[in-house]
Every structure is written in structure tokens, then in C-alpha cells.
């Protein structure tokens, strides 16, 4: 048996010990959080179909609730904080701490349980908190938003993240990792479908547009709107005020 043979035998090892990881984590993820309310259907299944059918819509959500829960109980205590940024080769501890966390946020996305941290859910920004995010209660999570790596996320009060933007606090090149922080500060918009790339600093009440992509290591200063492929300056703050003023003297004459 050649070297090379031996060697991708040892990755196709590794590889199918991770499937075999992951789809037992995943496993006990659902036994425990669909536990409780099977137990409860279990014991009221003399009852009539109504009053199963109201058990089982709040068994739903509370088992989402113990979904959630358990994901961010796995980050915390399994994983811990992911904190380095910088670039990195995927065998070092730090990007394989980042791809453990990236998993786990992983599920939650593609989990039934989804709505539970988009939207008008009043446990996302928790969610993300306890993933790593620095995230106050204020921001407005549209539906379809995907924040791939919350641990690097910093919000300022009354963020707004559009439907459908995606925010990355990584980018693969090779058999290396590039890990960055994203920096939203207070007020800004975030268009729907914007992608935000990892190492952005966003500045206080500055847009950025719908579908617009927000390069590596971009700032964009506070109160400017950023539009584009790649994202550039289309305007400030100022200007948008001052077009309103004029329009709104003009209707008046």
C-alpha cells in the first residue's frame, strides 16, 4: 500500500467519523427536545382531538425552545468562546474550534426551528448572544437572514439586518481559513440580500443596499449609503436629508 493510499484512507476515515458525529448530535438534539412533549402527549392521549391538537402546537414550540437551548449550552460548555481571528490552516485548534461552532449554528439554520431566531422572535438576539454575538435586543432580524458566524458579530442598538443578507465572518482559501470580525454599528440598515464579508466595519446610521457585496476588509464611514458589486459609496446621510428638504419645499409652491 502506497503512502498516498494510506493517507486518503485516513481521511475517509475522518471524514465518515464526522458524518457519524454529526448526525448523532443532531439525533440527540431532537430525542431530547421532542421528549418532554411526547410524554405529556403520551399521558393525555384519552383526551379528545382538540385538546391534542392545542398539546401538540405548544409541544412544538417548546420543544424549539429546548432546541435552541441546547445549541447554545453546546457552544458555551463543548466548544467556548472563538475568538481568533487572522488567518489560519484548518488543522490548528482555533479554525477547527471555529468549524466545531460553525456546525452547531449550522443546525440551527437548517433546523424546523429556524423561525425561532429570524424575525419578530423575541429569543434571536438571545440565540445569538449565547452563540457569541454581541448583540443587543434592539436589532431587527428580517426573515431569511443568515449570520453563518455570530461569534464574530458585533451589533449597535437598533441595527436593522434586511430579508435575506448574509453576514460571514469567514473565507476559505485552500487548506486555509480567514476569520474577521463584522462591526455594525448603531442605526445602520442592512438591504435585503446584502452580503457582508468577514473583516467589515459598518459605521453608525450608514445603509448598505439591497443586493449590494460588501468586500473584505471594507469601512464604510457613518451616515454614507454603500451600493453595488463591489459595494461603493453612493451617498451620505446629508445629502439624502437635504434632497428631502428641497423636495418637501418644492411640493409646497
Same mark, same amino acid.
Given at each position: 500500500?502506497? &503512502? ?8 475517509? @476515515? ?22 418532554? *412533549?411526547?410524554?405529556? @402527549? ?9 385538546? !391534542?391538537?392545542?398539546?401538540? $402546537? ?15 449550552? %453546546?457552544?458555551?460548555?463543548?466548544? =467556548? ?7 489560519? %490552516?484548518?488543522? %490548528? ?36 448572544? #449565547?452563540? #457569541? ?7 431587527? $432580524?428580517?426573515? =431569511?437572514? !443568515? ?5 464574530? /458579530?458585533?451589533?449597535? &442598538?437598533?441595527?436593522? !439586518? #434586511? ?7 469567514? /473565507?476559505?482559501?485552500?487548506? &486555509?481559513?480567514? @476569520?474577521?470580525?463584522? $462591526? ?6 442592512? #438591504?435585503?440580500?446584502?452580503? $457582508?464579508? *468577514? ?37 451620505? %446621510? ?16
Amino acid at each position: 500500500m502506497t &503512502e498516498s493510499t494510506s493517507e486518503q484512507r485516513r481521511r475517509d @476515515l475522518i471524514r465518515l467519523a464526522g458524518a457519524g458525529a454529526y448526525w448523532t448530535y443532531k439525533a440527540v438534539l431532537y430525542f431530547f427536545s421532542f421528549l418532554g *412533549p411526547a410524554l405529556v @402527549l403520551h399521558r393525555f392521549r384519552a383526551s379528545s382531538a382538540i385538546v !391534542l391538537l392545542a398539546l401538540a $402546537i405548544l409541544g412544538c414550540g417548546f420543544a424549539g425552545l429546548i432546541f435552541v437551548a441546547l445549541l447554545v449550552i %453546546t457552544k458555551k460548555l463543548l466548544i =467556548g468562546p472563538v475568538s481568533a481571528i487572522g488567518l489560519h %490552516t484548518i488543522q %490548528t485548534k482555533e479554525a477547527q474550534r471555529w468549524f466545531s461552532a460553525a456546525v452547531v449554528n449550522a443546525i440551527a439554520h437548517e433546523s424546523p426551528f429556524r423561525s425561532l431566531i429570524v424575525g419578530l422572535s423575541p429569543i434571536a438576539s438571545w440565540y445569538y448572544r #449565547g452563540m #457569541g454575538a454581541r448583540m443587543p435586543n434592539s436589532v431587527m $432580524i428580517a426573515h =431569511g437572514v !443568515l449570520i453563518r458566524d455570530p461569534y464574530f /458579530l458585533e451589533c449597535g &442598538e437598533n441595527v436593522t !439586518l #434586511g430579508g435575506g443578507c448574509f453576514i460571514m465572518g469567514h /473565507l476559505g482559501q485552500g487548506k &486555509e481559513i480567514l @476569520l474577521g470580525r463584522v $462591526i455594525i454599528e448603531e442605526g445602520a440598515v442592512i #438591504g435585503a440580500r446584502a452580503i $457582508i464579508s *468577514p473583516d467589515v466595519h459598518i459605521g453608525s446610521h450608514s445603509v448598505v443596499a439591497a443586493g449590494a457585496v460588501v468586500a473584505r476588509g471594507t469601512t464604510i464611514p457613518d451616515g454614507e449609503t454603500w451600493g453595488g458589486v463591489p459595494a461603493r459609496k453612493i451617498m451620505s %446621510t446629508s445629502r439624502v436629508a437635504s434632497s428631502a428638504v428641497e423636495s418637501g419645499a418644492e411640493s409646497k409652491f
